[in-house]
């Protein structure tokens, strides 16, 4: 019995869940429901990817209601990858956050915080899961508005106004959203996605489709943080506390790269023409300018969480010239990064949580000396590093080399050098933290300094070893994103 309602169970646990951690008001009593909670969602995720490689997608009608009438969840190999990548990094975050939470929101503010870190986590599940396009809309604005909540909490006042940022951008990309999903529906009359896709052929074309096509492209573009409608995303992770930073960093542009995935390829399929035309025209240019001028912006950043963030937006474009290329091979590179960089920028983003834990800041200049302080934490920074670069023997270098042979199959030798050309801007940020950590004295006013509690240590290490780990071991998220690229190009070679 439990077994059949796993899809449903993966959104109503951590629903459920979220107004408990508000009514048991002490903090340490949400964070203990909320980790139980974030551990089952990641089990249940284990489970559906299991059960969706062994057996096939799983088609779940909520409350008997056959689709395309009633609301579906529909589990693909797609979807399947997603949900075990958010609910992963939520179970390794929440893991971490009780000390980091501790010391950079307010005690007043902890049960809230877990509520809202929940509704999130729910709301990224929910978009992942859902097979009705305005069921995805109202789990992303579930996700969307508790994180504006989550941001805010920061004790940096810069924090409520990166917030106001975030929200008045996020709303304008579920407007666009929530428009595009209205269209579809005049044109066909129906919401699931996959009857959408059965009958969106039979219409072609024609302006409400495209303009439907448009809203949807751009307002997913927004939530992603595709350059240049990425200014959102800088000050956002720069301000919020670090397991918020950590848990959006690798979860909530990965969602939304899914819901572009999922509307391109699924609804209006791999052979729709204005989809070929913004994949080769638009997307590519726009995610390989963002690789090269985002790269360059990170090395010049005095803010190491600033600099990350604008590194995440360069690796957002490594994922989008995958997805910009539309064959198998680029799309299993945009994928794979999908996955690697999830795990490799949430456990640098968990890193420098344990530093701000420590030193009380993440300015470039107070890392000075650092590694012999914090020799275990550094450590880990240099590894992720690694992977962030694209060295050998790393996640993130598995996914580029991929990508490279994407570029290559399709002739296109300019974006090829420009992939090259971004891990080598990457080394350079990354070695400037480097540089500071390990070769410069620490100055004698600089507070005494030891690692981080092991709380916060092991859930850190468990993604920076996995970003290791996943370099040499490449069957769970090279093969799942080869069979996923496969699934959405119609079992196209």
């Not at 957002?316 to 997805?323: E, L």
Request: proline share 4%; charged share 10%.
């Amino acid at each position: 019995m439990i077994a059949a309602n796993l899809p449903a169970l993966q959104i109503v646990l951590p629903l459920i869940a979220a107004p408990l951690c508000l009514l048991l008001r002490r903090g340490n009593l949400a964070w203990a429901l909320a980790l139980f909670v974030s551990l089952a969602a990641f089990a249940i995720a284990v489970a559906l990817l299991t059960q969706v490689l062994d057996s096939g997608a799983i088609s779940y009608e909520l409350g008997g209601w056959a689709p395309p009438w009633g609301i579906e969840y529909r589990v693909d190999v797609l979807n399947a990858f997603v949900l075990l990548i958010v609910a992963a990094i939520g179970a390794v975050v929440l893991a971490y956050a009780r000390r980091s939470v501790a010391q950079e929101v307010p005690t007043s503010q902890h049960s809230g915080f877990y509520t809202a870190f929940l509704l999130c986590l729910t709301g990224l599940l929910g978009v992942a899961i859902t097979g009705d396009a305005f069921n995805l809309f109202v789990f992303l604005e579930i996700s969307s508005l508790s994180s504006y909540v989550l941001i805010s909490m920061g004790r940096d006042r810069r924090a409520l106004t990166a917030a106001f940022q975030y929200l008045v951008m996020g709303t304008i990309g579920a407007t666009f959203i929530v428009i595009g999903i209205g269209l579809l529906y005049m044109s066909t009359g129906t919401l699931n996605m996959a009857d959408l896709g059965a009958r969106l052929p039979a219409i072609g074309a024609n302006r409400t489709v495209l303009a439907a096509f448009a809203f949807l492209t751009v307002g997913a573009t927004i939530k992603l943080a595709l350059f240049p409608l990425h200014f959102w995303l800088p000050n956002a992770y720069a301000y919020a506390p670090s397991a918020v930073t950590a848990f959006l960093a690798s979860t909530a542009t990965k969602v939304s790269i899914y819901i572009l995935l999922r509307f391109f390829f699924t609804v209006f399929g791999p052979t729709f023409e204005a989809e070929e035309i913004t994949l080769n025209n638009l997307v590519v240019p726009l995610a390989t300018i963002a690789v090269l001028v985002c790269s360059t912006v990170a090395i010049y950043q005095g803010n190491v969480k600033r600099m990350l963030a604008y590194s995440s937006i360069a690796q957002i474009g490594y994922m989008m010239i995958g997805i910009g290329f539309g064959t198998v091979t680029g799309l299993t590179a945009g994928i794979a990064h999908l996955f690697n960089h999830a795990v490799t920028k949430g456990g640098l983003f968990l890193v420098l949580g344990c530093i701000v834990w420590r030193i009380g800041s993440c300015r470039l200049g107070d890392l000075a000396g650092l590694g012999r302080r914090m020799p275990l934490t550094m450590f880990a920074f240099v590894l992720g590093g690694l992977s962030l670069i694209g060295v050998p023997l790393t996640a993130g270098f598995v996914s580029k080399w991929v990508l490279v042979q994407a570029a290559i199959e399709q002739g296109n030798w300019l974006v090829a050098v420009a992939i090259l050309a971004g891990s080598l801007l990457a080394l350079i940020y990354v070695w400037r933290v480097v540089e500071v950590a390990y070769l410069r004295p620490a100055p004698d006013s600089a507070p005494e300094a030891a690692e981080a509690p092991w709380s916060m240590l092991i859930p850190a290490w468990i993604l920076i070893g996995a970003s290791i780990y996943f370099g040499v071991e490449t069957s769970l998220s090279l093969g799942v994103a080869e069979a996923a690229a496969r699934f959405l190009l119609g079992g196209a070679g």
